[in-house]
């Protein structure tokens, strides 16, 4: 890290430096949540896994959305962004129900204000994938709100704009993902706005911590569905007993393996390049 760069801050996840007034410093720690709490326990190399799978995208997606990274950085957990103005909403895409939309689904046979066809199951795929935002909480959980509610934060105009590029962004990470065995059920974006007054996707994007990651040979509408991602450890902390306060619950040492496995194996499956190969080498995955 450069020694003149100043902590800017951090987040459950990501720790951000200022390089200069153009250029950010995020790295991704070890650190997991659940239920918005960070656990004490790390997951070994998962920053470098959500790194790594951002790097991986933003450098196959740029002629559908130009991005904000500037380089990869060796230790393979720290990525030099350009600055952005961002969005204060989170732009999700659902492609199956499942979650807080099948939550939605149930009670009102609606998800942040799509009407949807009667009769859907618990992970069964959309007719169309739906774009679905939601607020940013500072605490606690994100709230989904409606087209018309994010319109009033961003303006409508560019909150269809946001709506185009998340589409596209989403239809092509899932049929790229489906080739390789994994289905996208969901997902979010963080888009900013650049000095030209361009959306450019910022932050993380298409990791293990930002989307639903399915297997495909797996995949059985009507119930939940095995996953890449935190899914374990919140099953895991499901049996506790636990109220879902600060402080979380420790993790064994079978579950910290059962998911730094499960992320791992997304990166590869999606990425086609062995982690330790990636470890030794992180621009690999750049060309």
């Known amino acids: 890290m450069s020694e003149t760069a100043a902590y800017v801050g951090s987040g459950k996840v990501r720790e951000l430096y200022a390089m200069d007034d153009e250029r950010l410093l995020l790295i991704a720690s070890d650190r997991i949540s659940t239920f918005d709490v960070v656990l004490p326990t790390e997951i070994p190399d998962k920053g470098r896994v959500l790194t790594g799978l951002s790097a991986f995208w933003f450098a196959r997606t740029e002629d559908v959305c130009a991005n904000h990274l500037l380089e990869l950085r060796p230790d393979g957990r720290s990525l030099e962004c350009r600055r952005l103005e961002m969005l204060p909403i989170e732009c999700v895409v659902r492609g199956y129900l499942a979650g807080s939309g099948w939550k939605d689904y149930q009670a009102t046979g609606q998800v942040c204000g799509h009407s949807l066809p009667a009769g859907l199951r618990e992970s069964d795929q959309l007719p169309e994938p739906i774009f679905t935002p939601a607020t940013k909480a500072q605490t606690g959980h994100d709230e989904n709100i409606t087209r018309d509610e994010a319109a009033e934060l961003v303006r409508a105009d560019r909150l269809a704009e946001a709506e185009a590029i998340s589409l596209a962004l989403y239809r092509f990470a899932s049929d790229y993902a489906a080739e390789r065995g ?3 059920a969901d997902t979010k974006f963080e888009l900013g706005i650049d000095t030209e007054g361009r959306l450019v996707l910022g932050d993380e994007a298409l990791t293990p911590d930002s989307s639903r990651f399915w297997p495909a040979d797996s995949y059985e509408p009507g119930r939940s569905q095995p996953s890449f991602d935190k899914q374990f450890v919140r099953d895991y902390c499901e049996t506790l ?3 879902k306060t600060d402080p979380g619950p420790a993790l064994p040492a079978e579950v ?3 998911t730094r496995a499960r992320y791992v194996e997304a990166f590869e499956r999606l990425t086609e390049l062995s ?7 992180p621009t690999t995955l750049l060309r």
């Open 241 to 243: 007993g636990w109220d």
């Open 256 to 258: 910290v393996a059962g």
């Open 182 to 184: 994994i289905i996208i």
């Open 275 to 281: 982690f330790d190969r990636y470890l030794a080498d």
